[in-house]
């Protein structure tokens, strides 16, 4: 009787699942469903595209950050998602949209090669494959190496902030202003408008033929006026070292993830982008939330998953795919011939506890085989999630910001009673704790580059560039965040890093030294309201 009714129950389970996947589609009741999203949204293809669609337009509308005739980049890696960003916009600006998005596009790729372990010719591959897809798009397209980091500015990590306004007056002056100009410019230029739409490489609507003709024009892949690769082989003999210095994975990923950001930021401002659009799903930003919570980022989830991120001032990152899971951007690539292109990545063919981030991914990928609504939990949760403090200098007056992420500094020492003040405390002790009988321990002890001869820092009048940089160490520290210092403590020598983050280091601590000597002159907010009538 036992095996019997086991057996009637596997053969009602099977008919009840035959029966949901064969059913009809539940959004138009018609067709019948082909792909079955979560339990009981069953989709036939049109529908699915519909349903697809709607989504990304809703999350753009609704929170109305982008405005008419803005220039936006495209952060595309080549992977699903950033790919199905990419099919996105294209299809969003086509003569066949209904509803057509009123922003010129930009794509940049970051090529990471150097970090992977890449010969050069699986990189010039990968970047063909790459750039066929973005000449068929038609949008101007930069392709960065990450060697390029190497002869980046000091200045990319100065965050450029204004006064805050109101978001929505902004936006209905842009929309107005741009349908008059669009207006105005279609009835003078008809025939031009004609010519150039026959002749442009993509099926670009209206405003896009008006406000990006000089864009498409003037720019090309960075490989056009560079030579074929626009780095030399020291600069990938660097990248080589700089990620070799590093023990963990956690940390390689880390300071990848960092420099992506920093090249990608840079491209935006050379080239005048406002706005990045970068492809994180709803499962990407599942793990990166777990993740960030275990390196130490907790104060900065809102930021890190949400869907803008202005941290940085003049540019803001903008997330429009967080609304998709991984599955659903899988099932559209797949039905609608969405091209990407795979790239071999760090963690590629890692153990599974190779690294926090990818220790964390797996765990959210197998519990959401068991549990669908594991991720859809995880990404509600970080949509409840607000900055405690704010970013911009504008609401707070000399706030520092982290040398790497550049977000705020000193958010931890704001609460007394906290694991990171304990950590601080207990570091400063063992740090400023003298060797017993005055002896000046070997730590103490550095050689002289000028008289290649040993001395004490108390004893000696040196002041060789070896010297200098020890001492300013400890300064170093004082201007990352929490996790950035885990991040950098994992490397063997801090000499390795990118010229332009040491350079905007010296630069900071000159300046806080400058301001230490003259804080006595300096007038304070409570000066002002003393001196006020």
């Known amino acids: 009787m036992c095996d019997l009714d086991e057996g009637s129950n596997e053969d009602s389970m099977g008919r009840d699942s035959v029966k949901r996947i064969s059913s009809k589609c539940m959004k138009c009741k018609e067709s019948p469903a082909l792909l079955i999203i979560r339990v009981g949204d069953a989709f036939c293809r049109n529908c699915f595209k519909e349903y697809f669609v709607h989504k990304f337009r809703a999350m753009l509308g609704k929170n109305r950050l982008v405005f008419p005739g803005e220039k936006v980049l495209l952060a595309v890696s080549g992977g699903p998602s950033s790919s199905s960003l990419l099919f996105q916009v294209q299809e969003g600006l086509s003569h066949k949209a209904s509803k057509k998005l009123r922003f010129v596009p930009g794509i940049v790729h970051i090529e990471e090669g150097a970090a992977c372990g890449k010969t050069l010719e699986e990189r010039t591959k990968i970047v063909a494959d790459l750039k066929s897809i973005f000449s068929t798009s038609g949008f101007p397209f930069v392709i960065v190496y990450l060697e390029e980091v190497f002869s980046l500015p000091s200045s990319v990590l100065q965050s450029i902030f204004s006064l805050p306004t109101e978001k929505d007056d902004l936006y209905k002056d842009a929309v107005a202003g741009f349908m008059q100009s669009c207006h105005t410019s279609v009835k003078k230029n008809l025939c031009h408008e004609t010519v150039a739409q026959e002749t442009t490489l993509t099926e670009d609507h209206t405003h896009a033929s008006l406000l990006s003709t000089h864009a498409?024009?003037?720019?090309?892949?960075?490989?056009?006026?560079?030579?074929?690769?626009?780095?030399?082989?020291?600069?990938?003999?660097?990248?080589?070292?700089?990620?070799?210095?590093?023990?963990?994975?956690?940390?390689?990923?880390?300071?990848?993830?960092?420099?992506?950001?920093?090249?990608?930021?840079?491209?935006?401002?050379?080239?005048?982008?406002?706005?990045?659009?970068?492809?994180?799903?709803?499962?990407?930003?599942?793990?990166?939330?777990?993740?960030?919570?275990?390196?130490?980022?907790?104060?900065?989830?809102?930021?890190?998953?949400?869907?803008?991120?202005?941290?940085?001032?003049?540019?803001?990152?903008?997330?429009?795919?967080?609304?998709?899971?991984?599955?659903?951007?899988?099932?559209?690539?797949?039905?609608?011939?969405?091209?990407?292109?795979?790239?071999?990545?760090?963690?590629?063919?890692?153990?599974?506890?190779?690294?926090?981030?990818?220790?964390?991914?797996?765990?959210?990928?197998?519990?959401?085989?068991?549990?669908?609504?594991?991720?859809?939990?995880?990404?509600?949760?970080?949509?409840?999630?607000?900055?405690?403090?704010?970013?911009?200098?504008?609401?707070?007056?000399?706030?520092?910001?982290?040398?790497?992420?550049?977000?705020?500094?000193?958010?931890?020492?704001?609460?007394?009673?906290?694991?990171?003040?304990?950590?601080?405390?207990?570091?400063?002790?063992?740090?400023?704790?003298?060797?017993?009988?005055?002896?000046?321990?070997?730590?103490?002890?550095?050689?002289?580059?000028?008289?290649?001869?040993?001395?004490?820092?108390?004893?000696?009048?040196?002041?060789?560039?070896?010297?200098?940089?020890?001492?300013?160490?400890?300064?170093?520290?004082?201007?990352?965040?929490?996790?950035c210092k885990l991040v950098v403590k994992d490397m063997t020598s801090l000499d390795l890093l990118p010229e332009y983050i040491l350079e905007e280091a010296n630069r900071r601590q000159r300046r806080t030294q400058i301001k230490r000597e003259i804080q006595e002159y300096l007038l304070t907010s409570e000066d002002d309201a003393d001196t006020a009538p």
């Open 216 to 483: 498409h024009a003037n720019e090309t892949s960075i490989s056009a006026f560079r030579g074929k690769f626009p780095f030399s082989p020291e600069q990938t003999e660097a990248v080589e070292k700089l990620f070799a210095s590093m023990k963990t994975l956690t940390a390689k990923e880390e300071m990848l993830q960092t420099l992506r950001k920093h090249l990608i930021l840079y491209t935006a401002r050379i080239k005048g982008y406002s706005k990045v659009m970068m492809g994180d799903s709803c499962t990407r930003l599942a793990v990166k939330l777990l993740a960030n919570i275990c390196l130490g980022r907790g104060a900065f989830l809102a930021m890190d998953t949400g869907f803008s991120d202005p941290r940085h001032g003049d540019i803001t990152i903008i997330r429009p795919m967080r609304e998709y899971s991984a599955k659903e951007i899988a099932f559209y690539n797949k039905l609608f011939g969405v091209p990407s292109v795979f790239t071999a990545g760090l963690n590629t063919k890692a153990p599974e506890k190779a690294s926090i981030q990818h220790l964390t991914e797996s765990f959210i990928v197998k519990l959401q085989a068991d549990f669908p609504s594991t991720v859809s939990t995880i990404y509600r949760t970080s949509e409840k999630l607000n900055p405690r403090y704010s970013q911009t200098p504008a609401d707070d007056k000399g706030t520092e910001t982290c040398l790497l992420c550049s977000c705020v500094l000193g958010i931890e020492l704001r609460d007394e009673a906290s694991a990171f003040r304990a950590i601080s405390i207990s570091e400063e002790l063992s740090q400023s704790k003298k060797p017993e009988g005055g002896q000046v321990s070997s730590s103490t002890m550095e050689e002289c580059c000028a008289e290649n001869k040993m001395e004490t820092l108390e004893s000696s009048g040196c002041s060789c560039q070896s010297r200098e940089r020890r001492n300013t160490t400890p300064d170093f520290w004082s201007l990352l965040c929490y996790s």
